[in-house]
């Protein structure tokens, strides 16, 4: 596989900040895979999301996206159209009263035939689950279904790779599962490059890969289940670790020997009791 | 109190008007006004009038959602009406009353003018949905373009306004609920007072407006928003028989209105 997204030693500063929200950080993001950023507030990891698809070009170093500068403003159009982007708040970024000419705003700009516009759109809403209230206004849909819409409006893009900066942070607990189970699924079944910035583990888990960012800086990157053994690590950047994995990380200590990485409750429970016997 | 606004809304349906191109009805719209402002005599408002009720009748618009849209006017049409009635020269109704019989008459068609008007306005708005409205206006504006009228611009901030007035209206009933949980009283006091006691609602909804307008403008542009050029649609606006039809009928009708008043009817 080849990398996607990489960066090459990107520093970043806010004109108005005195420090670097990055600070050198050089990564390459595989095609195809799910990556995990995780990191507190402040972190810089909405910083690294907002480099992926050029609306924030480093002060110095490069970012390449599909082999482009993402800093080449000529080429601005191709770039966005690899990387889609979906935010925080499903609220602000929908721009259509309706459904299905929301999601159809992007093929609207790139300028793509109408009957062709027609196909995408349908194909995005079946993919997200939103297709039988493609009518519906969005300011009547529950949070987790605006924000599928969301994603099924950078899907008719067609894009690469699909960057999520805190998709569910503004969700209840079941849309935000709509939103992770749809986010995993574009890549397990489409095969699309998924970035999923969060401050979530428990979200984190079904990722191939988690970084972990603190202070500008990449501090860990490995599987979650790498990532996780490390408790001691992450709750000293100020994460909170699973209750499942911190459970079995103590246990561990005193000498169990139980997967780290379980996150349903009742598995957790099922993998100590044949421990126990 | 706030969700009673009927401002841009839009019944979907399946009836005549609803599937005419929103440029007829913008059109027709207009000349349904030129029309009910060129009615003079008792048989051209009757004209009007009736034209409307048929129209009602074909969207399948209830007289329930009508009156709903026109209760906040009622302020201005009573007043209207009052004016007329109580300012008019002419013959007294009874000998010695300051009230006319001229005067009655203005009253009424004053009445039935402001109704109309906002009846005709809303059936345009009630059969059309706000993203086909302003897909109409900008192609109908479109010739302006070569005078370097920025109409792709300005209809999609009318189309944006639109989409964002219920997500402002639920926050504002949150920020007065919350400024109320806190003993704020917007309901007593002076005029000066209750206007005062708005502020701390329209700071926080402005500060929040700008902030999403902020987000707003970072999402488009990360779908590929660049502005008007080399845009399409998924939804194509085409004109269909049934459009020239009501576009002869609505001329017709503005021309016959127009030979009433000749004749002073």
Known sequence: MSAIIEFKDVHFKYPEDELESLCGITLAIEE??????????????????????????????????????????????????????????????????????DVAFAPENLGIPSGQIRDRVDRALQIVGMYELRQHAPHLLSGGQKQRVAIAGVIAMEPKVIVLDEPTAMLDPQGRAEVISTVTRLCREKGMTVVLITHHMEECIGADRLLVMSNGSLVDDGTPAQV?????????????????????????????????????????????LKEIR | MLKDITLGQYFPGDSLIHKLDPRTKLIAVVLYIVALFQAKGWIGYGAVTLATLILMAISHISFGNIFKGLKPMLFIIVLTALLNIFYTTGTPVVEGWIITWEGIDRAVKMILRIVLLITGTFLLTYTTSPMALTDGLEL??????????????????????????????EETDKIMSAQKARGADFETGSLIQRAKALLPILVPLFVSAFRRADELAVAMESRCYHGGEGRTRMKQLHLAGRDYAALVVSALFLAGIIVLRHFGL
Not at chain 1, 59 to 86: I, P, W, Y
Not at chain 1, 238 to 257: I, Q
């Open chain 1, 32 to 101: 195809g895979s799910f990556v995990a950023v995780l990191g507190h507030n402040g972190s810089g990891k909405s910083t690294l999301a907002k480099h992926m698809n050029a609306i924030l070009t480093p002060t110095s170093g490069q970012v390449l996206v599909n082999g482009l500068d993402t800093a080449d403003e000529n080429r601005l159009l191709d770039v966005r159209r690899t990387v889609g982007m979906v935010f925080q708040n499903p609220d602000n970024q929908i721009v259509a009263n309706v459904v299905e000419d």
């Open chain 2, 140 to 169: 109908l504006l479109n010739p302006l373009k070569k005078l370097h009228v920025p109409v792709h611009e300005m209809t999609i901030m009318m189309s944006m306004a639109l989409r964002f007035i219920p997500t402002l209206i």
């Open chain 1, 228 to 272: 996780f053994s490390r408790v001691e690590e992450m709750e000293a950047e100020g994460l909170a670790v699973p209750e499942t994995v911190r459970l079995a990380y103590d246990l561990n200590r005193r000498g169990f020997s139980l997967p780290i990485d379980t996150l349903d409750v009742s598995a957790c429970a099922d993998n100590i």
